[in-house]
């Protein structure tokens, strides 16, 4: 079991930067798949980004796809979430979120909400027009 605690978000200006965080808890970080998912009010949580639990595989929502960039530091148990040229449609709740995977080698990446097994307590990220 796994407990992740979100940081790092803020009040920016469009086109800014913040760098979330997402710290877990216990010693099998590493055998986790990471996602960071967001939330806007009154609309339903989507899928932001994904990273194996390896690090070797990253994948985008193409809403995001070359602003914001997912990363892990496994000896720190903490996966990031660099958001760069941030526009007032990415104001929401930002999520991470943990998926155990059994197999070491494993390289695959997930999007889905169901896929995650463990969830952050969330990071608000408001940016101003």
């Known amino acids: 079991q796994v407990q992740l605690v979100d940081s790092g978000g803020g009040l920016v200006q469009a086109g800014g930067s913040l760098r979330l965080s997402c710290a877990a808890s216990?010693?099998?970080?590493?055998?986790?798949?990471m996602g960071w998912f967001r939330q806007a009010l009154g609309k339903e949580r989507e899928f932001v980004a994904a990273i194996s639990r390896n690090g070797g595989r990253t994948y985008y929502a193409n809403s995001v796809k070359g602003r914001f960039t997912i990363s892990r530091d496994n000896a720190k148990n903490t996966v990031y979430l660099q958001i760069d040229s941030l526009k007032p449609g990415d104001t929401a709740i930002y999520y991470c979120?943990?998926?155990?995977?059994?197999?070491?080698?494993?390289?695959?990446?997930?999007?889905?909400?169901?896929?995650?097994?463990?969830w952050g307590q969330g990071t608000q990220v408001t940016v101003s027009s």
């Open positions: 216990g010693r099998t970080f590493s055998s986790y798949a």
């Open positions: 979120a943990g998926k155990e995977i059994g197999y070491r080698w494993s390289t695959d990446y997930y999007t889905g909400t169901y896929d995650y097994d463990y």
